[in-house]
Protein backbone atom coordinates (compact mmCIF):
# COMPACT_ATOMS: atom_id res chain seq x y z
CA UNK A 1 0.00 0.00 0.00
CA UNK A 2 1.12 3.09 -1.03
CA UNK A 3 -0.17 6.96 0.54
CA UNK A 4 0.04 10.07 -1.32
CA UNK A 5 -0.45 13.24 -0.01
CA UNK A 6 -0.54 16.71 -2.32
CA UNK A 7 -0.04 20.25 -1.42
CA UNK A 8 0.75 23.54 -2.79
CA UNK A 9 -2.14 24.15 -4.97
CA UNK A 10 -3.74 27.63 -3.95
CA UNK A 11 -5.20 30.57 -6.04
CA UNK A 12 -2.66 32.31 -8.30
CA UNK A 13 -3.15 35.01 -11.02
CA UNK A 14 -2.72 34.39 -15.00
CA UNK A 15 1.28 34.07 -15.61
CA UNK A 16 2.51 33.05 -12.12
CA UNK A 17 3.77 30.40 -10.56
CA UNK A 18 2.77 27.61 -7.91
CA UNK A 19 4.91 24.32 -6.77
CA UNK A 20 2.47 21.40 -5.93
CA UNK A 21 4.63 18.37 -4.10
CA UNK A 22 3.22 14.75 -3.83
CA UNK A 23 5.05 12.62 -0.58
CA UNK A 24 4.99 9.03 -0.75
CA UNK A 25 5.06 6.64 2.12
CA UNK A 26 4.37 3.14 2.38
CA UNK A 27 6.76 1.06 0.01
CA UNK A 28 10.03 1.71 -1.33
CA UNK A 29 9.68 5.28 -3.48
CA UNK A 30 12.44 4.72 -5.93
CA UNK A 31 11.00 1.49 -7.68
CA UNK A 32 7.86 3.46 -8.37
CA UNK A 33 6.96 5.81 -11.38
CA UNK A 34 5.29 8.97 -10.67
CA UNK A 35 2.58 10.92 -12.50
CA UNK A 36 0.71 13.96 -12.35
CA UNK A 37 -3.10 14.42 -13.87
CA UNK A 38 -5.49 16.94 -13.73
CA UNK A 39 -9.11 17.41 -13.53
CA UNK A 40 -11.44 20.47 -14.19
CA UNK A 41 -14.87 20.65 -13.35
CA UNK A 42 -17.04 18.59 -15.94
CA UNK A 43 -14.26 17.29 -17.53
CA UNK A 44 -12.54 14.00 -17.44
CA UNK A 45 -9.26 13.73 -15.63
CA UNK A 46 -6.33 14.01 -17.71
CA UNK A 47 -3.00 13.80 -17.75
CA UNK A 48 -0.35 15.97 -17.35
CA UNK A 49 3.40 14.89 -17.04
CA UNK A 50 5.11 11.69 -15.54
CA UNK A 51 8.75 10.65 -14.47
CA UNK A 52 10.35 7.53 -14.25
CA UNK A 53 11.95 5.76 -10.84
CA UNK A 54 15.07 7.57 -11.27
CA UNK A 55 13.92 10.93 -12.63
CA UNK A 56 15.55 10.22 -15.91
CA UNK A 57 13.04 10.18 -18.02
CA UNK A 58 9.91 12.41 -17.86
CA UNK A 59 7.12 12.87 -20.46
CA UNK A 60 4.68 16.27 -20.83
CA UNK A 61 1.32 16.69 -22.09
CA UNK A 62 1.38 18.86 -25.21
CA UNK A 63 -0.49 21.71 -23.22
CA UNK A 64 2.11 22.54 -20.57
CA UNK A 65 5.47 21.49 -22.39
CA UNK A 66 7.63 24.00 -21.99
CA UNK A 67 5.53 25.64 -18.95
CA UNK A 68 5.89 22.72 -16.58
CA UNK A 69 8.51 20.72 -14.72
CA UNK A 70 8.29 17.53 -12.79
CA UNK A 71 11.34 16.67 -10.71
CA UNK A 72 10.99 13.91 -7.72
CA UNK A 73 13.64 13.41 -4.74
CA UNK A 74 14.00 9.95 -3.36
CA UNK A 75 15.47 10.55 -0.42
CA UNK A 76 12.57 12.71 0.95
CA UNK A 77 10.31 10.81 -0.98
CA UNK A 78 8.21 13.06 -2.62
CA UNK A 79 7.73 14.46 -6.67
CA UNK A 80 7.13 17.82 -7.61
CA UNK A 81 5.50 19.73 -10.14
CA UNK A 82 6.51 23.02 -10.89
CA UNK A 83 4.10 25.01 -12.93
CA UNK A 84 5.16 28.17 -14.62
CA UNK A 85 3.33 30.74 -16.55
CA UNK A 86 -0.16 29.66 -15.33
CA UNK A 87 -3.10 30.15 -17.62
CA UNK A 88 -6.42 30.34 -16.44
CA UNK A 89 -7.13 27.07 -18.29
CA UNK A 90 -4.79 25.32 -15.74
CA UNK A 91 -7.30 25.52 -13.28
CA UNK A 92 -8.29 21.85 -11.77
CA UNK A 93 -7.69 19.62 -9.08
CA UNK A 94 -4.09 18.28 -9.84
CA UNK A 95 -3.44 14.47 -8.34
CA UNK A 96 -0.57 12.54 -8.23
CA UNK A 97 -0.48 8.98 -9.36
CA UNK A 98 1.80 6.24 -8.45
CA UNK A 99 2.65 2.70 -10.26
CA UNK A 100 5.10 0.00 -10.29
CA UNK A 101 7.90 -0.09 -12.66
CA UNK A 102 10.58 1.20 -15.32
CA UNK A 103 8.96 3.58 -17.73
CA UNK A 104 6.81 6.78 -18.11
CA UNK A 105 3.11 6.19 -18.03
CA UNK A 106 0.54 8.83 -19.14
CA UNK A 107 -2.88 6.95 -18.58
CA UNK A 108 -4.44 6.72 -15.89
CA UNK A 109 -5.70 3.42 -15.82
CA UNK A 110 -2.35 2.79 -15.53
CA UNK A 111 -1.24 3.55 -12.50
CA UNK A 112 -2.03 2.09 -8.57
CA UNK A 113 -2.72 4.61 -6.14
CA UNK A 114 -3.90 8.20 -6.04
CA UNK A 115 -3.41 11.11 -4.05
CA UNK A 116 -6.73 13.41 -2.83
CA UNK A 117 -5.73 16.54 -4.87
CA UNK A 118 -5.08 19.52 -4.56
CA UNK A 119 -7.03 22.32 -5.72
CA UNK A 120 -5.23 25.18 -8.41
CA UNK A 121 -6.87 28.06 -9.55
CA UNK A 122 -5.33 30.40 -12.10
CA UNK A 123 -7.24 33.59 -12.16
CA UNK A 124 -7.74 36.08 -15.29
Known amino acids: QVQLVESGGGLVQAGGSLRLSCAAS????????MGWFRQAPGKEREFVTT????????YYADSVKGRFTISRDNAKNTVYLQMNSLKPEDTAVYYC?????????????????WGQGTQVTVSS
Open 97 to 113: AVRYGSGTYSRPQEYDY
Open 51 to 58: INWSGGST
Open 26 to 33: GRTFSSYA
